[in-house]
């Protein structure tokens, strides 16, 4: 099943990578996107990877910051975040998309994976 991974407590101006991996149905045709939710506040958008990995849309908040990566011989993509910040402490969770390219909008993805726990302490 779907599931994101590799969440944990850092400090301010530090780095976590996350992983999303399935371990029964491949992605690799699709998009996978990365998705945040703060206590209280509403799931947004942190960034996508299309099939190829030739497109990588970004949350204006996150860009120049994480990247999101793919391996799509191991099923997995990735997300690499430098330079945290206390406001980025979220339950991470990652989505499949229907389709090989999608962005921020959530009705593209079909496929929710559990979320990981990202906390950045100041």
């Known amino acids: 099943q779907l599931q994101a991974y590799g969440g944990g407590l850092v400090q301010a101006g530090g780095s976590l990578r996350l992983s999303c991996a399935d371990s029964?149905?491949?992605?690799?045709?699709?998009?996978v996107g990365w998705f945040r939710q703060a206590p209280g506040r509403e799931r947004e958008f942190v960034g996508s990877i299309s099939w190829r990995g030739d497109t990588t849309p970004y949350a204006d908040s996150v860009k120049g910051r994480f990247t999101v990566s793919r391996d799509n011989a191991k099923n997995t993509v990735y997300l690499q975040m430098n330079g945290l910040k206390p406001e980025d402490t979220a339950i991470y969770s990652c989505a499949v998309a229907a389709r090989p390219y999608s962005g921020a909008d959530r009705s593209g993805y079909v496929r929710w994976g559990q979320g990981t726990l990202v906390t950045v302490s100041s």
């Open positions: 029964r149905r491949t992605f690799s045709n699709n998009a």
